[in-house]
């Protein structure tokens, strides 16, 4: 275990490789915002480098990040109070990276499940990138010293690398120098499901848009996936029990919860009874009340393209200001000599 005292940081990224989704809400941009209210310094991420690790198109790229830094800000985070960066533009995080190339090993790469569900059964072709996914992921936290990491349930593996990586650094050259980050995996929708099967998360890359609500959805598109969302014929339980072995009546009662910040309990003991033809547009028109601010912030924001490119650029210059002499001290403790 880690013996120093790191100060509290909170670091946290999304990739710009598609529309924002909800599950990208509730797991994440959600309770950055919460987080932020905290008062501990948070740094939050475009992992734009993470992104080509599958081929995307140039333009899509750099329209997606900056879509992605209005929907942060969109989302509260507030640029006056937490660091919003591109990845890119701190070239720590990629240097960082090689050292980490160089501490873990081939074999818990070739564990992690994402690497497993994305390469497929065509590791051979898949991008060196996506197989050392996890060391870049592990040193966009490390370059911060970021002592928690909030994150979907998805993430959690990574997150276990992350304190692998950084307990065989220290203890390979005998320094107690990065800490052993906490995951924040909390709240009632750390893992929203896929509005088509409920054993599938919900995720950008799905082929269908019907599985997914995107944050560029609007009233009546999500109405139309509400009332599309495969169920079952029941009506909801009263209690949190009876949802055991109904995974889509339970996902659609945890993104209910989600969005008004209930408990399950709560939920259930407002819609325990209703059948789905009465919750499904009461869900809606919860999520539109939610959702529909933010999507009208982001437009707006991203109508001014310069502004967005300003904000990334001083979180750049003050992210660079933690980023550069963590990597200098890494660099002396490593035996560079510079
Ligand atoms: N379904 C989800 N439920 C809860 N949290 C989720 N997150 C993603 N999907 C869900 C959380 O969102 C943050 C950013 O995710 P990301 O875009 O960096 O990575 P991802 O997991 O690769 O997102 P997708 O949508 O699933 O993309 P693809 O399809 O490309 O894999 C993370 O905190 C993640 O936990």
Known sequence: ??????????FSGIQPSGDLHLG??????????????????????MVDLHAIT???????LKRSTRE???????????????????????????QLAWIFNCVARMGWMGRMT????????????????????????????????????PVGEDQK???????DIAAKFNHDYGVDFFPLTEPVIEGAATRVMSLRDGSKKMSKSDPSPASRINLTDDADTIAKKFRKAKTDPDALPSEAEGLKDRPEARNLVNIYAALSDQTIDQVLAEVGGQQFGTFKPALAELAVSKLGPITAEMQRLMAD???????LARGAEQAREITAPILKRTYE???MVG
């Open 1 to 10: 275990m880690s013996e120093t005292q790191f100060t509290p940081r909170v």
């Open 24 to 45: 990208n809400y509730l797991g994440a941009l959600k309770r950055f915002a919460d987080a932020q209210e905290q008062g501990v310094q948070s740094i939050y991420c």
């Open 54 to 60: 599958v081929p995307q198109k140039p333009d899509d």
């Open 68 to 94: 992605l830094c209005a929907g942060f800000i969109a989302s509260g985070i507030d640029p006056e109070k937490s660091i919003l960066i591109n990845q890119s533009q701190v070239p720590e995080h990629a």
């Open 114 to 149: 994402q690497w497993k569900d994305k390469a497929g059964k065509n590791a051979e072709a898949a991008s060196l990138g996506l197989f050392a996914y996890p060391a870049l992921m592990a040193a966009d936290i490390l370059i911060y010293h970021a002592t928690h990491v």
């Open 157 to 163: 593996q990574h997150l276990e690398l992350t304190r």
């Open 305 to 311: 393209e310069t502004e967005i490119d300003r904000i």
């Open 333 to 335: 403790i490593v035996g």
